[in-house]
């Protein structure tokens, strides 16, 4: 298994831009979310998804989508990218519901963004 | 919603000696508590949880404790080696919400 995969690793983008972040998993997982990673912040939870069809907003939404139009993949998308969207995006996935509520969230290797 | 606590921000310990790393959680409803190890250049990886009806749990070099009444949980490694050295975050989470609230994190740097 490839586990959860992430591209590109790098992005530079000029304000108003906009782009997707791809994020995959071949592990069959229900749940998918996106993280930001800031200095000093931790992990700030975007978006998340129970299943295909299904999305929900976390904790920092605003200037970002996504879509499940699959099981497997998880896209981010950027519609017009502000110099406060520079950051380090992560993608996880984990088993959802009827294994349990303790499913161990694998994470990708990561997308590193930044937005002159 | 659930707010997660970590400290300290950073911290350095000589080889050989123990590492301690401390958070606190405001939901008294969570009940699962991973901590994860963050190398340079990639994603966080599982390393230990613990579950809310269990107070201590070892895995070799590695242990975490929580105090359910304090809010508290900590991660313990002992024996340090140069491999230890990486940014360390803790999370909480409640049954029936996949979403994992994270700490700040932890760097930690193994002095050889």
């Known amino acids: 298994n490839a586990g959860v995969t992430q591209t590109p690793k790098f992005q530079v983008l000029k304000t108003g831009q906009s782009m997707t972040l791809q994020c995959a998993q071949d592990m069959n997982h229900e749940y998918m979310s996106w993280y930001r990673q800031d200095p000093g912040m931790g992990l700030r939870l975007i978006h998340y998804?129970?299943?295909?069809?299904?999305?929900d907003q976390g904790e920092v939404p605003n200037g970002y989508n996504v879509s499940r139009s699959t099981t497997e993949d998880f896209p981010l998308r950027l519609l017009s990218a502000a110099p406060s969207q520079t950051s380090v995006y992560f993608c996880?996935?984990?088993?959802?519901?009827?294994?349990?509520?303790?499913?161990?969230?694998?994470f990708g290797p990561g997308t590193r963004l930044t937005v002159l | 919603g659930e707010n997660v606590e970590q400290h300290p921000s950073t911290l350095s310990v000589q080889e050989g000696d123990s590492a301690v790393i401390k958070c606190t959680y405001s939901d008294s409803a969570s009940n699962y508590f991973p901590w994860y190890k963050q190398e340079l250049g990639k994603g966080p990886q599982l390393i230990i949880d613990?579950?809310?009806?269990?107070g201590e749990k070892k895995d070799q070099r590695i242990a975490v404790t929580l105090n359910k009444t304090a809010k508290h949980f900590s991660l313990h490694i002992t024996e340090t080696q140069p491999e230890d050295s990486a940014v360390y975050f803790c999370a909480a989470r409640h049954f029936g919400n996949e979403k994992l609230t994270f700490g700040t994190g932890t760097r930690l740097t193994i002095i050889p």
């Open positions: 613990i579950r809310s009806n269990v």
């Open positions: 996880a996935s984990s088993y959802f519901g009827g294994l349990g509520p303790y499913n161990e969230q694998f």
């Open positions: 998804s129970v299943g295909a069809g299904i999305t």
